[in-house]
């Protein structure tokens, strides 16, 4: 089977925060967040697998620092571990004050996506290799991690079975 590095799907993307994307706490507004985090982390999954991808889900966003008006937001994401067909990746969110120079993690979050072929079905992706200490330690901690996605996808599967599919006015 084919291999990539990890830094093979890198990507990196720095944004202003304006007043219009902002909430009532004078934040960035989180579906924004959410959406640079999306967008990144399939450029990333593409670039690994050099494929058209799909995401399967966001595994987690976790809010650990407030992005305000007078900070720039960077996101770097990278796949962190692949699967038969899936590729798990890693998406660092970090904010910058700009007028003080000061840098925190915002964010962090793991997406999963998988690669399609040309009629939309599956294929197998690369490994991926790690080489930093950083991209070691989520490599290592993959596999913990699938195994939470499998078990939380079969819970919602049940768990669908239960949900009613009309509205309350219908």
């Known amino acids: 089977m084919e291999t990539r590095f990890v830094k093979q799907s890198r990507c990196y993307k720095t944004s202003r925060i304006f007043p219009t994307d902002v909430n009532n706490h004078n934040t960035l507004f989180g579906g924004k967040l959410m959406a640079y985090i999306d967008d990144i982390a399939s450029i990333s999954a593409s670039k690994h697998c050099r494929r058209s991808v ?7 966003v976790d809010f650990l620092s407030p992005i305000r008006p007078t900070d720039s937001v960077s996101l770097e994401s990278f796949v962190t571990w692949t699967g038969k067909s899936s590729m798990e990746v890693f998406v660092k969110v970090m ?6 120079g000061e840098r925190k993690i915002a964010a962090t979050s793991f997406l999963t996506f998988v690669a399609l072929d040309e ?3 599956p294929v197998p992706v690369p490994h991926v290799v790690p080489e930093t200490e950083e991209e070691k330690r989520l490599h290592e901690t993959a596999v913990q991690r699938a195994e939470m996605r499998r078990i939380r996808r079969e819970e919602s599967k049940k768990f669908a079975d239960y949900l009613i599919t009309s509205f309350p006015w219908e």
Request: glycine share 0%.
């Open 54 to 60: 799909v995401t399967a889900s966001t595994d987690s």
């Open 95 to 100: 904010t910058e004050d700009l007028i003080s």
């Open 119 to 121: 009629n939309k079905k």
